[in-house]
């Protein structure tokens, strides 16, 4: 997907949500245990009630990898599920030399149909190249996340500046605005402004709302820029808003909601800038 | 697997080589082709080929997703076929959040049965922590890589040293050297000394002997301690060794000229030390 057809979804819906679907397979309901693939049928209902609200959909491998290859088996039928008029992301934190990056980007890119995957940026630019290489293909690559973790080393003085600011400096003359967004963690939404001023015109993949406690509020109030630049992910407030045989239900509610407090935020944003 | 049944294992054999199982689909020989599962087949005859020579096997995740679930299905059986006298390695390179780091180390170390991953760390503690969790199992943590991204943040300076070496130390507290080591590259033979005196009893796996150029010799002078603390990889130096009929026993013979010079060192290390 390319980045107008990806910002002209956004107008369209007038909503920047992604929603992630982590689904643990012993929180699907119980009344769906009976399916031979009870995790898929979840997730089909789940895109079914939330696909008018969301403009993405992100799937974490690991949430799959735990039930071996039946959860990749899985994996790729959501993916294939997903309508093509939403940006799909394999959330994969992958990231190796050269040669096995582009095994990855093939895994992901080809034999699924993903159109970005989520790389870790410590191995550096050849551990990237592959990804970006792909036309029509996105690298998500890790900046700021939201876990206490980042304070270890994100956060920690490099170079000039920190360890992240280096990663986005660096990473923004590898890629583009058309190839390259960031994952900036909604927990540290005070640092959004000075991000932004290192990389205005990039995408930010924003994964901490909901469960993980960011303020959306705050997030679009300073990280939405003209081609609005921003995916605001929920993944457990979203599928596990509901238990019983209305889950589905109640996940579009809760995206319907979300997309309700964007569109207020695109209007407002375009009428300030 | 615990540390002493480990440097049993390379006391015996007088090896600390591992054979990397990164088996391109594309490069199984073609008389293989027309099994089943010709990744499987071509992995069952390098391990029995090499299983004397050797105390570890490493599977690269990258190169089984690049054929989606049936790759994982090809993973799995080819762990469970190497022989539990050998170390099990899933150079997978994962990190996440903590509870997504939950998922992996349940997916690598429960439903599949690796004894160790390698894991990225970016994300800090709580994205490592889960895989320490496990008793009896490994976390392999990239310190320094073999590969020239290494040059763009693992070699530059962080905090009061350089980051890799931050990640050294930091990690060194998190762990201990009964679960925890440390991927270091051999294209950088020299820095061996300065990592030893940061890690004096921590095991590396050291991943680039042969294809990727680092010296043997070099590195066992260098990295050996007294507790062996080194598992040295090779993999397509071994698994490409020959590539008709006899691929297996050539890889057997390669495998075997690794652990006869391994043993040499070893003689040579416990006479001076």
């Known amino acids: 997907m390319t980045r107008a057809t990806l910002i002209e979804q956004i107008r369209l819906k007038q909503s920047y949500l992604c929603v992630g679907l982590d689904t643990d397979p012993r929180s699907v ?13 979840f997730n089909k209902k789940i895109i079914d009630a939330t696909r008018a609200h969301c403009v993405a959909y992100k799937i974490n491998t690991a949430f799959y990898e735990v039930s071996g290859a039946a959860g990749w088996e899985t994996m790729q039928k959501t993916a294939d599920y997903i309508p093509s008029t939403h940006f799909k992301i394999a959330d994969a934190k992958r990231g190796d030399i050269g040669n096995t990056s582009s095994l990855y980007a ?4 080809e034999t699924l149909s993903f159109d970005a995957v989520t790389v870790a940026p ?29 304070a270890d080393f994100e956060l920690q003085a490099h170079q ?39 990389t205005p015109d990039y995408f930010y993949l924003v994964p901490g709302v909901g469960a993980q406690g960011g303020s959306l509020k705050e997030i679009s109030g300073q990280a939405l820029n003209r081609d609005v630049g921003l995916l605001v992910n929920a993944s457990r407030a979203v599928i596990y808003a509901g238990t019983g045989e209305d889950f589905a239900e ?18 407002k944003h375009a009428s300030v800038s």
Chains 1, 2 share one sequence.
């Open 122 to 150: 410590y191995m550096g630019e050849d551990s990237i190249r592959p990804f970006l290489e792909y036309t029509g293909k996105w690298t998500i690559l890790l900046g700021l996340t939201s876990n206490s973790g980042a």
């Open 250 to 267: 109640r996940a579009g509610a809760v995206a319907a909601g979300y997309a309700a407090e964007m569109a207020g935020y695109l209007n």
């Open 106 to 109: 093939r895994a992901f890119f």
């Open 160 to 198: 000039d500046g920190l360890l992240y600011e280096s990663v986005l400096r660096k990473a923004s003359q590898w890629g583009t605005i058309e190839n390259l967004m960031f994952v900036i963690g909604a927990t540290q939404a005070g640092w959004f402004t000075r991000i932004r001023a290192i």
């Open 29 to 41: 309901p119980p009344f769906l245990q009976s399916f031979q693939d009870p995790v898929f049928e």
